[in-house]
Nanobody
Framework: QVQLVESGGGLVQAGGSLRLSCAAS????????MGWYRQAPGQQRELVAG???????NYAVSVKGRFTISKDNAKNTVYLQMNSLKPEDTAVYYCNADGASRRYWGQGTQVTVST
């Protein structure tokens, strides 16, 4: 089992920045990749950014150049630095980990970007 705890969400004005953190614990040796997803009201959950164990990264087109995913292996933590935030970035952001046989999710953290 893997446990994921997110933090760092909040309310920010358009153009501002936030950094989300996701701390992993438990059977972290089984994790192949981690990522951040988001879900806005009435919309499907979508991939925002992902990072593999080999530190390859990928981003949604809508956030490329504004968001950066990174990880600190010593702290078992993945970060999402979000810059130049837009109102359309408003959503609940979920941390995700792909294990050997299943996918794990955090509880989610709300990000609200005001105009």
């Amino acid at each position: 089992q893997v446990q994921l705890v997110e933090s760092g969400g909040g309310l920010v004005q358009a153009g501002g920045s936030l950094r989300l953190s996701c701390a992993a614990s438990g059977s972290i040796f089984s994790i192949n990749a981690m990522g951040w997803y988001r879900q806005a009201p009435g919309q499907q959950r979508e991939l925002v950014a992902g990072i593999t164990s080999g530190v390859s990264t990928n981003y949604a087109v809508s956030v490329k150049g504004r968001f950066t995913i990174s990880k600190d292996n010593a702290k078992n933590t993945v970060y999402l630095q979000m810059n130049s935030l837009k109102p359309e970035d408003t959503a609940v952001y979920y941390c995700n980990a792909d294990g050997a046989s299943r996918r794990y999710w955090g509880q989610g953290t709300q990000v609200t970007v005001s105009t």
